[in-house]
């Protein structure tokens, strides 16, 4: 708890260009959980070399996403945005919590198992101990709630167990997690492969709407969504991609999917995508204002990265020196 609050962390890598699907599943979320919770949200770029970056890259999108959770409506007042690596806890926690750790839990994570085949030249330790840095950020912050996707939940089980772990032995250190399971926006899916979900990493880019899309790009993506031959605007999960865009425009317009059958009801699917792609472009073009008018303004972006990270740092300083001293290293001498 800080203030009575209850205490959220979340995260998000700066390795691709955010896509609708991360807007509409998570950032949108996330305004809503602001006043509710004392939030943690860090660019998570620790984790992103575990993966080969080019240097000037990872810099230059980490700087854009940050700017970005702020374009979104994040306020950097109240949410505690801040680069991972400014915070050398996260780093100090995870050499900690790895002595915590079985080689044979890591084994068993799927994302490890995925990543490592879809990156066979560089399966390093790093990609390996993946999930004990994710626990240090969450267990760091005495984290209360952790919004994360599905793909995330196996990161979480193994987060709780090593934090239980950590308290049978030396009592109660950590807060034990859970994870946020809210009004969670749609899960927004290819949109040229409506069974699979829309992801920053797909090579396709019509596959996607980047948050940066312009309007045209948005709209003549949506034209080319991939759809089905029913010619009948339903909410069903035979029909994968008018199901999507259905999710799509209710996310966007807060209208049900119910509502948004009704509307369209017996009009064809041209003139539906192209109000999808409107409703997404009329999203989206206020955020990418904000975005470039942030950009700009230099000082009060390093403001916020410098303040944060300050923040950030004392609450993750107070929880590490109580567990080094439960570990039993010698204390500083002052
Ligand atoms: N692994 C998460 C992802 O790729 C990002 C992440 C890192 C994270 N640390 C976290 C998410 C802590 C939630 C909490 O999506």
Not at 66 to 83: F, Q, S
Not at 238 to 244: D, R, S, V, Y
Not at 282 to 309: H, S, T, W
Request: hydrophobic content about 35%; proline content about 3%.
């Amino acid at each position: 708890m800080i203030d009575d609050k209850k205490i959220l962390f979340s995260g998000m890598q700066a390795t691709g260009n955010l896509t609708l699907g991360n807007y509409i599943g998570a950032l949108k979320n996330w305004l809503t959980l602001q006043d509710e919770y004392e939030t943690f949200y860090s660019v998570v770029d620790l984790h992103s070399i575990t993966v080969r970056q080019d240097p000037a890259e990872l810099r230059s999108r980490a700087r854009k996403l940050l700017t970005l959770y702020i374009a979104a409506g994040l306020d950097p007042e109240k949410n505690c945005i801040y680069y991972q690596s400014h915070v050398s806890g996260h780093a100090e926690l995870a050499w900690i919590l790895n002595c915590f750790t079985y080689m044979g839990e890591l084994q068993r994570m799927t994302q490890f198992k995925d990543k490592s085949a879809k990156h066979a030249d560089n399966i390093n330790a790093g990609l390996f101990t993946y999930p004990v840095l994710m626990a240090a950020d969450i267990l760091l912050y005495q984290t209360d709630v952790v919004p994360v996707g599905k793909d995330q939940l196996q990161h979480l089980e193994i987060t709780r167990d090593i934090a239980q772990r950590f308290n049978s032995i030396y009592g109660d250190v950590f807060t034990i997690p859970e994870p946020y399971i809210g009004k969670t926006g749609a899960k927004i899916m290819s949109l040229q492969d409506p069974e699979k979900k829309m992801s920053k990493s797909d090579e396709n880019p019509n596959a996607s709407i980047y948050l940066m899309d312009d309007k045209d790009t948005i709209i003549r993506k949506f034209k080319r969504a991939v759809t089905d031959s029913e010619a009948n605007i339903a909410y069903n999960d035979t029909q994968p991609g008018i199901h999507n865009l259905i999710d799509i425009y209710s996310a966007c317009t807060g209208k049900t999917a119910d509502e948004v059958v009704s509307e369209f009801a017996g009009r064809g699917y041209g003139e539906f995508k192209l109000a999808v792609g409107e409703a997404v472009a009329d999203l989206l073009g206020p955020l990418q204002a904000r975005f470039f008018d942030l950009e700009k303004d230099k000082a009060y972006i390093d403001g916020v990265i410098k303040n944060n990270a300050e923040k950030a740092d004392y609450y993750a300083q107070k929880t590490l020196r109580k567990v080094k001293k439960k570990v039993g290293f010698p204390e500083k001498i002052r």
